[in-house]
């Protein structure tokens, strides 16, 4: 609805309450000319019947002035009584119509949704600028006022067109960078369905479903790949995602069957690849051998343990201030550690600690047991952005006058490294 017609039945319903007030005083007033009317007519018809009575020698003249004094008098009388009747109902109906219109305002005034319809407005015209954001892999860089104001102009965009595949893959995109997994699985389920052709939105969904780690999502992303599979069966990008997600879910055929197809094109130093084949080694009942992949990390980080080692895979961080931080970052609230993949545009965090803000230099440890979701952990990425912030609300989401500092890292698999992050910027 545009401000146009809002404007337009605002003043229509204005009108009819204004006629509504109107119209029993505009009744009564007609009604009251109507008599008036009537008993002139009534005086009329009795003065010809007195002059019809003195020609017939019924009354004499004396009688007769005396009857039309008397009727002259009543006719005054009853013209001054509905004056004075009609003249005192205006000002109550004044009164009347002016609170009524002042009760209407208030109300509307409590009840209305214009600041969230300004908001809407707002959040439509930075839409451009912040798709463009998330499209390049910068979500991490949102605001939560970002953040709803991308997803709130979205869904209305969704509303007015709900067949509009595309703002689907968007919103589903945004919810999945936000780590809301079953919002964004339902959001490009949606896209799939509209646009069922369109390959690059299937496998947007089955790197969705990969993400929960559950059983059944995994089955169906599963069955998703292979009929990509069957479309592309050279795609190698699939098939390495189909011997990952058969891998989480203990298909040894599958597993061995796609990573073969990719074997001689990873690199050989490549961690995945060589989860892959521990992975592989262990469901072919080598348990001995290292545990790889997401199931299996899973499992390392219930128990706090390395499946070999026994040791933990992650960083030793010590977290300090710049000159200007100890100045002016916040002193109170807390201080989030997190590390995120930095081979991917995925900015869910793989492990977080969040402690209160004490005295500085800080050491924190940052391993495997720090992870978000189970299935997403350390031990399942190869090089990470480790992120040191100073947050008042203690949320990971970015907020206005927080600081941080940043540093890219190695993971090394059941090793503690070693890192210093300086905390130097402003958000």
């Keep these: 609805m545009s401000w146009s017609e809002f404007y337009i039945i605002v003043s229509g ?21 109507q008599d ?13 019947e007195l002059d019809r009575e003195v020609t017939e020698g019924l009354i004499s003249e004396h009688d007769k002035r005396q009857a039309v004094d008397e009727l002259k008098l009543a006719l005054v009388d009853e013209s001054a009584f509905q004056s004075h009747k009609t003249g005192n109902a205006t000002l109550p109906l004044a009164v009347g119509g002016v609170l009524a219109i002042a009760c209407g305002v208030i109300v509307y005034s409590q009840v209305n949704q214009m600041e969230g319809v300004v908001r809407a407005n707002k959040a439509i015209e930075t839409l451009p600028e912040l798709s463009q954001q998330l499209a390049s892999g910068n979500a991490n860089n949102l605001t939560k006022q970002d953040i709803a104001s991308l997803a709130l102009a ?8 709900p067949a509009d595949d595309t703002g689907w893959m968007y919103f589903g995109r945004l919810m999945l960078s ?46 998703i790949l292979l009929s990509l599979l069957s479309e592309n069966p050279q795609n190698d990008n699939l098939a390495l995602m189909m011997a990952v997600v058969s891998a989480q879910l203990g298909d040894l055929d599958n597993t061995r069957r796609f990573y073969k197809q990719v074997e001689g094109k990873l690199p050989r130093d490549s961690d995945m690849a060589q989860r892959l084949v521990a992975r592989i080694q262990e469901l072919e009942g080598n348990t001995n051998e290292v545990v790889g992949l997401e199931d299996t990390a899973q499992q390392s980080a219930a128990s706090g343990k390395d499946k070999i080692s026994g040791e933990e895979t992650g960083f030793n961080v010590t977290v300090n201030l710049s000159e200007e931080a100890r100045e002016n970052a916040p002193r109170e609230g807390f201080l989030i550690v997190f590390a995120q993949d930095a081979n991917s545009g995925n900015k869910m965090p793989a492990a977080v600690v969040k402690l209160p803000i004490n005295s500085f230099p800080i050491s924190v440890a940052l391993t495997t047991d720090n992870a978000m979701m189970p299935q997403f ?37 059941n090793e503690l490294s070693s890192l210093s992050i300086i905390i130097d910027k402003e958000l």
């Design 36 to 48: 008036s009317l009537t008993n002139t007519q009534i005086v009329k018809q009795r003065l010809a």
């Design 178 to 223: 936000i780590g809301q997994e079953v919002q964004a699985i339902e959001a490009i389920d949606r896209a799939v369905k509209l646009a069922p052709s369109n390959s690059a939105n299937r496998i947007t969904l089955a790197q969705a479903l990969m993400t929960t780690g559950d059983v059944n999502n995994l089955e169906r992303a599963q069955s």
């Design 377 to 413: 952990t350390l031990a399942t990425l190869s090089d990470v952005i480790v992120t040191a912030r100073l947050s008042e609300d203690g949320d990971v989401a970015v907020s206005q006058g927080e600081w941080q500092g940043s540093v890219n890292a190695s993971v090394t698999i």
């Design 154 to 161: 979205i869904r209305q965009r969704l509303r007015e067109e």
């Design 13 to 33: 319903l204005i009108t009819l309450v204004l006629l509504i007030i109107a119209f029993p005083w505009l009744r009564n007033k007609n009604h009251a000319k």
